[in-house]
């Protein structure tokens, strides 16, 4: 009797051990899978939470170790993306900044908002600044400022960019818009220690912070050590020559030159990258991480000759290399990497911050929240305009209608993805298709236009 009671309590012993032991081994098995799932169902609101967007003007997505640039360029924007979600491809509404910056504030297209000319005499290293040149952005459109002060966020914009200081209406709905515009290097550092200061004091408080840097902007005189920390095989000086809005069409552009000036470029984007790290720093420090949502993206990217002789800079065209820009967004406390492959536009920050923190949009947009996006699943295509080009993004597939020179190109992204190959004559039935995707959105932006958006001013 003892004896058969000494067994059965081996047996339940054993029993329980071996359920534990599975137990353990099945949730070490599984627990990925449950945390990725967890990461899609949560629901991503937080009313009580801080936005930044930290945007770096001219980047290019393929520029940056995330996207899978061989160069060690971002480390710390890398490091930071393991903790985040990154689109792959995120799409700029316009190839320069005006127009972008406007798109992301307004969430409408440059159809609607119209504000796209800039001034070539206000960019950085500019001897002659003259302000009054280009367009302003209506006060009739609601900015995403305007839009987070009404809600009681302390607003607050740091800027390396004149073209969207506040001379031309950019600072709408932010209480305080610093302008850091000297056209050095230095303004970027100026915006770090702004923006870690107002973290230092405001951090009790709910607050949107912008920040927008500006050195991989042209011309690209990275600080030491920076400007050698990318080697090339061309030992000579360039002086970027600013009062020449022809510069690049006045120099001999050789592969040995182009190649330094990338290695410059490099280098303005690993300075930064250091930069934005000191910010990163003082969100850990000031325990921000947790009640914060962070998007680092930027408004256009760049081209080196990829596409046009002597071409080099930003504006007119629409290829990958100027409208696919990084998009990284760390929601509070986010602990894992998601990649997310789908396109999303510039146009969809603001009401996937207003979704984020519960806040209703009653006025028209043009974006859709991300948070709906991928919960849904849902593809879209996108939309990009420079001041004589438009295009769609459909699918794998891009077409490119140039109006002012009535050419039109069509590109398979996934096979192609530098767009050296256009295919507008081989697919044919395609390229109509999205020709007429494209004609369909213009129609409905001139109603809207007509209709919706109609200026008060
Ligand atoms: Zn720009």
Redesign the pocket.
């Known amino acids: 009797m003892y004896e058969n009671k000494k067994i059965d309590f081996i047996k339940l012993f054993l029993i329980v051990f071996i359920s534990i032991e599975l137990f353990i081994i099945l949730f070490i098995l599984f627990k990925p899978l449950l945390s990725n799932n967890s990461l899609l169902q949560k629901n991503y609101s937080c009313s009580d939470c801080n936005v930044i967007i930290i945007l770096i003007?001219?980047l290019r997505a393929d520029h940056l170790g995330v996207y899978g640039y061989e160069r060690n360029t971002s480390p710390n924007i890398d490091s930071f993306a393991n903790n985040s979600f990154v689109f792959n491809n995120a799409i700029s509404q316009f190839s320069?900044?005006?127009g972008?910056?406007s798109s992301l504030f307004t969430s409408t297209y440059a159809s609607i908002h119209k504000t796209r000319k800039?001034s070539h005499k206000t960019r950085k290293g500019s001897v002659n600044r003259n302000f009054s040149l280009g367009d302003s952005l209506p006060d009739s459109f609601i900015t995403l400022a305007e839009l987070l002060k009404k809600n009681n966020l302390i607003t607050h914009a740091i800027i390396a960019?004149p073209?969207i200081s506040s001379y031309f209406n950019f600072n709408q709905g932010f209480d305080v818009y610093e302008e850091k515009i000297s056209g050095t290097n230095y303004d970027d550092i100026n915006i770090t220690s702004s923006a870690i200061s107002f973290l230092n004091s405001e951090r009790n408080k709910n607050f949107f912070l912008y920040l927008h840097y500006?050195a991989p902007?042209s011309p690209y005189y990275p600080p030491k050590p920076y400007d050698k920390l990318f080697s090339n095989s061309y030992s000579g000086e360039i002086n970027f020559n600013y009062k020449n809005n022809d510069f690049f069409k006045s120099i001999n552009l050789t592969p040995e030159i182009i190649e330094k000036i990338i290695a410059l470029y490099d280098g303005d984007i690993r300075f930064v990258d250091d930069q934005i790290n000191l910010v990163f720093r003082s969100l850990e420090e000031f325990n921000l991480l947790n009640n914060t949502i962070v998007i680092i993206t930027?408004?256009?990217g760049e081209e080196f000759e990829d596409h046009h002789k002597n071409f080099i800079g930003?504006g007119g065209y629409l290829y990958d290399t100027l409208i696919r820009v990084p998009l990284i967004i760390r929601f509070p406390g986010q602990k894992e990497k998601k990649v997310i492959k789908y396109q999303v536009e510039l146009i969809d920050i603001m009401p996937t911050i207003a979704e984020f923190l519960n806040i209703q949009i009653n006025h028209r947009i043009q974006g859709e929240s991300i948070i709906t996006m991928i919960k849904d699943d849902k593809i879209k295509s996108t939309f990009s305009e420079s001041g004589r080009a438009k295009s769609i993004r459909f699918n794998n597939y891009k077409f490119i209608k140039d109006f002012k020179y009535d050419v039109s190109k069509l590109f398979d992204l996934e096979i192609d993805p530098f767009e050296q190959f256009n295919l507008i004559s081989k697919e044919v039935e395609l390229a109509d298709e999205l020709e007429n995707k494209l004609y369909v959105w213009i129609k409905k932006n001139k109603y809207l236009e007509e209709n919706i958006f109609v200026k008060n001013e």
Do not use: E, V
Request: proline share 0%; glycine share 6%.
């Open positions: 003007d001219t320069a900044t005006k972008s910056i800039g960019n073209i500006m902007h930027a408004d256009h930003h």
